[in-house]
């Protein structure tokens, strides 16, 4: 049993090395900006993220995204309220002159550069246009801000950057002897989307559910000591474990550390050489260990339904006697993760990323467990400091957020790393998605479970025991992480930094109330950890 030992660990250490533990919001975000920029009462907008309706000939072939400027006439919310003109380039192009084509009546297009966006700006209102877009150098929109010695700020017309590649396309067709026509709005984002919620309960209801998952296939034997995650004491009980080769194993202090350092170190690989061979790469693993984790448990649901349908064995070359319950459920899991990953840019594919990641986290709080506090404390609070100093700490020197480079996947060739729950934004206009990394379920996830598992050995009832405040402490603290997405403007947020707090400062802070804690930061202790691959106490 060593060899799946080992596979079970650094299938787990490779699980939450690569999960990156910022919750985000994948509804466009403003990427730069500058905070010392001049502010004055002609240039003080908040900046608006813009919707351009096109129309080629007539016909309206495609929205796109602009970000509007601190200064100019702001945008109506809906789209009946707007007016739609021809799109005209400037000419200069740059629009730093006087234009020498007609722009009355139209939208001006001009490049970035040359001059101060507020003199464009100036330009294109001169030359009788209705607005201005200027067209980025990259495909990031930048914030369109005032210089300190702008005198030129009385702009009356609506001002908007697009990207490069939007602008190439309009000019493309422009040459092609096409008429384009445009049109600009800027819905309001609603404050709290549904899709929130959803994700809420999925998060919470993941951890639960892997805590209380031992309990249900060992249902029938209520008085069986709840510090064993594996019970072997059926049959169905015994097939599961057969069939999915798990391993439960504890995580020590000295592990804890190493854990979360080999997390950053591949973080920094992540980063450096992000790139589409690699996140599919991760999307393999992903298909492998979601697949697993789908077999696990619907072999014990099955199981748990039909308890002699397990009983059934067949000799495997290789695979050596394997039920065939579980022969025929793993080609099932596995066709489900491979349909996920050939169709996973569909609209309906954040379904079978969720169904698959669910069931891998669940599996993984099964082989896993926190002994006691103690390792709790080290383990946590290391990975606290490791979600603020990427997300916050890591722009002071490489001039911008490893963690969230990595989650917006810049540089993966429009793939994104799977290793996040998501559900879309269903009422938003702009769209996107709300996500939540493996880690801000796994990390708590581990506590929460071990505050069940000593509930149960200690024979404590819901409100004099653990978990349920736990349970709450955690959904608490994904409540206070969208507050903070919210003040934010919606830039990544280090979760762990609010559920850190929210549930291992709930189990200390309960512990020295109760008088319970040094039993607490103790428990276990003398168990032996000889089956930790993590390294030794």
């Not at 021809?86 to 297009?109: G, K, Q, R």
């Not at 998952?213 to 029938?220: K, L, P, R, Y």
């Not at 099964?366 to 390792?375: F, S």
């Not at 919210?486 to 109760?514: E, F, K, S």
Request: net charge negative; hydrophobic share 50%.
């Amino acid at each position: 049993m060593a060899s799946s030992s080992a596979a079970a660990a650094i299938r787990l250490v490779f699980l939450h090395f690569l999960v990156f533990s910022s919750l985000t919001s994948s509804a466009y975000e403003f990427p730069h900006g500058d905070r010392l920029a001049h502010k004055s009462a002609s240039c003080n907008n908040n900046f608006q993220l813009v919707k351009l309706m096109m129309w080629v000939n007539d016909t309206k072939v495609e929205s796109v995204v602009g970000l509007g400027a601190a200064f100019g006439a702001l945008l109506p919310a809906h789209a009946d309220n707007a007016l739609r003109y021809p799109a005209a380039f400037a000419n200069p192009l740059n629009c730093c002159s006087s234009s020498t084509s007609n722009l009355s009546n139209s939208i001006a297009l001009s490049t970035r550069g040359d001059c101060a966006f507020t003199m464009k700006a100036e330009v294109a209102e001169s030359g009788g246009a209705s607005g201005l877009l200027v067209i980025n150098d990259n495909e990031d929109l930048y914030k369109m801000v005032c210089s300190e010695n702008d005198t030129s700020t009385n702009i009356t017309i609506p001002v908007v950057m697009i990207a490069k590649s939007t602008g190439e396309t309009m000019k493309q067709l422009m040459l092609a002897g096409s008429q384009v026509e445009l049109l600009l709005y800027s819905p309001i984002r609603p404050l709290v989307d549904i899709s929130v919620i959803f994700l809420w309960l999925m998060a919470v209801g993941t951890i639960v559910c892997a805590s209380l998952w031992s309990e249900f296939i060992a249902s029938e034997q209520g008085h069986e000591s709840y510090d064993q995650l594996a019970p072997k004491i059926s049959s169905a009980a015994e097939s599961v474990k057969d069939d999915s080769a798990k391993e439960v194993f504890d995580i020590n202090a000295s592990g804890a550390v190493v854990f979360v350092i080999v997390a950053s170190v591949f973080l920094m690989l992540l980063y450096f050489f992000m790139s589409a061979w690699f996140i599919w790469v991760l999307i393999v693993l992903f298909c492998i260990g979601g697949s697993e984790g789908m077999h696990a448990c619907l072999v014990t649901v099955i199981l748990r339904i039909f308890k002699n349908s397990g009983n059934q064995k067949v000799n495997l070359p290789c695979l050596g006697e394997v039920t065939v319950l579980s022969m025929g459920v793993m080609p099932f899991c596995l066709a489900f993760a491979i349909f996920w990953a050939a169709n996973q840019h569909v609209s309906y594919a954040w379904v079978g990323q969720d169904v698959l990641g669910i069931c891998l986290m669940i599996t993984v709080l099964q082989m896993a467990r926190l002994p006691n506090i103690k390792v709790a404390s080290v383990l946590l609070s290391c990975a606290f400091v490791y979600d603020i100093f990427w997300v916050f700490v890591s722009p002071l020197i490489f001039n911008e957020s490893v963690m969230i480079v990595v989650a917006r996947g810049d540089n993966s060739g429009g793939e994104a790393i799977p290793m996040l729950l998501r559900i879309p934004r269903f009422f938003d206009p702009w769209g996107g998605y709300d996500m939540i990394g493996f880690g801000d379920i796994l990390f708590p996830g581990l506590l929460v479970a071990f505050s069940f598992r000593y509930d149960r050995s200690s024979k404590k009832g819901i409100l004099n025991g653990y978990f349920l405040w736990l349970t709450i402490g955690y959904g608490v603290g994904l409540v206070l992480t969208y507050v903070g997405l919210y003040l934010m403007d919606g830039h990544g947020q280090p979760a762990l930094l609010y559920l850190v707090p929210c549930t291992l400062g709930v189990i200390i802070v309960l512990g020295w109330l109760r008088g319970e804690l040094k039993h607490l930061w103790n428990y276990g202790s003398s168990e032996s950890l000889s089956r930790d691959p993590l390294g030794e106490a």
